[in-house]
């Protein structure tokens, strides 16, 4: 079995497992394994009550991997995150406890309940996958995935995450209520068992297995890289936008890209592999300008614009 083949397989009994508990979703959870191989993080927008944190912690449950989860408040400290250094009076010197941010799948709720300086203490764990605490550093598990949930609605007592860190997260991915039918099928699922029970059908060492293949065997070609240019480099030029994508938006496509194309079992990426991703890489990183504000230009027209204008040569 080619490792292609091999992603394939696992994320569709990934999948298998997961429906078992969530209705519906499918294209989010798609691109939240695929995210996972790719090494990014993912941040979840949608209203309370829509499986945000369900799906998360099945995803860690599905494939054996330790899962957290911090509440975001506005009381909570960066310590409370990265964990610090505690004096021992028996040995009179310090040691460092561990936060919640050492775990393979971290799930931030609400994530812009707390003031900016919370927000960033998640900055070096999700850029670098390490800790500082005084003179000493504290690598990470791996893989580490930060899965943030905001809610885009209220904005009482909530602060916008900075723009360097919101730049972090590889996708941000809105997750919309079920439709009728799909609450009816919720509602049978429910009736029976709250949470039904999902079996592990893979594991950590098989993950970065094939995230490793993902990258180095998933094939790339000269008309695809060009694509990804001409699309990431048109956003600067849009005059609705005051910011356009920075290159680490261009990096962002290349890297999903591999991993969408591994578990739909092709061993290279197609252009509609790009369309695919380019809204949830594109939809937090590009920033209206004041007048596409006034008039209510919406940014998702302006990625489907883009999508429609450029063109790709094969």
Known sequence: ?????????IFEKIMEEMQKRIVG????????????????????????????TLMASTLAEVIKMDFK?????????????????????????????????????????EINRSPPKTQ????????????????????????FMVIATQNPIES?????????????FLVKIPVYP????????????KREKMFADVDSVTKKDTILKLAAEAEKSVVVSNQILEYIAKLVTTTRTIPSLALGASPRGSI????????IAAIRGRDFVEPDDIK??????????????????????????????ILSEVEVVI
Do not use: C, W
């Not at 079995?1 to 397989?9: F, G, I, L, P, R």
């Not at 939809?283 to 489907?304: D, M």
């Open 1 to 9: 079995m080619t490792q292609v083949q091999e992603a394939k397989d």
């Open 25 to 52: 979703n499918e294209g989010v959870m798609e691109l939240l394994f695929a995210s996972l191989l790719s090494g990014g993080h993912v941040l979840l927008e949608g209203v309370p009550g829509i499986a945000k």
């Open 69 to 109: 989860r911090i509440q975001f408040t506005s009381d909570l400290m960066p310590a409370d995150i990265t964990g610090g250094n505690i004096y021992d009076r028996e040995t009179s010197s310090f040691t460092f406890i561990e936060g919640p941010v050492f775990t393979n799948i971290l799930l931030t709720d």
């Open 120 to 143: 960033s203490a998640l900055l070096e764990a999700m850029q670098e996958k390490q800790v500082s605490s005084g003179k000493k550093t504290y690598k990470l598990p791996k893989p």
């Open 156 to 168: 009482t007592g909530v602060y916008p995450l900075p723009e360097a860190q919101i730049d972090r």
């Open 178 to 189: 079920p439709t009728t039918d799909g609450e009816i099928d919720m509602l049978v699922m």
């Open 252 to 259: 962002a496509l290349l890297t999903l890209s591999r991993s």
């Open 276 to 305: 695919s991703i380019f809204f949830p890489i594109m939809n937090h990183r590009l920033i209206l300008s004041p007048e596409a504000e006034i008039e209510q230009i919406r940014v998702s027209e302006i990625i489907q614009n």
